[in-house]
Nanobody
């Protein structure tokens, strides 16, 4: 079993920053990548970014590239999503996800474990 716990969400004004954390516990030895997704009200869950467990490779959605950065501390089993220059359209519930697959992409079905989500609200 793997458990993922997100934290760091909140309300900020446009142009502000937030750093989300995702702490993993349980059987994490088989983990190959950690991804971030978000879901806004009335919309489908969308891919934000993904990083290999050791941070060797990263991939970001075009909508956040250059503004968001995934990093991590594998000794603490924790992955971070640094969000800068936030826009109102970034408002969503953000989820971290763990993938056993070696090279998961933007599809939610490629991820095996999910956190409960943390709300990010960006006001204009």
């Amino acid at each position: 079993q793997v458990q993922l716990v997100e934290s760091g969400g909140g309300a900020v004004q446009a142009g502000g920053s937030l750093r989300l954390s995702c702490a993993a516990s349980g059987r994490t030895l088989s983990t190959n990548a950690m991804g971030w997704f978000r879901q806004a009200p009335g919309k489908e869950r969308e891919f934000v970014g993904v990083s290999s467990w050791r941070g060797i490779s990263t991939r970001y959605a075009d909508s956040v590239k250059g503004r968001f950065t995934i990093s991590g501390d594998i000794t603490k089993n924790t992955v971070y999503l640094q969000m800068n220059s936030l826009k109102p359209e970034d408002t969503a519930v953000y989820y971290c996800a763990l993938a056993i697959a070696r090279s998961p992409g933007a599809l939610a079905r490629q991820y095996d474990y999910w956190g409960q989500g943390t709300q990010v609200t960006v006001s204009s």
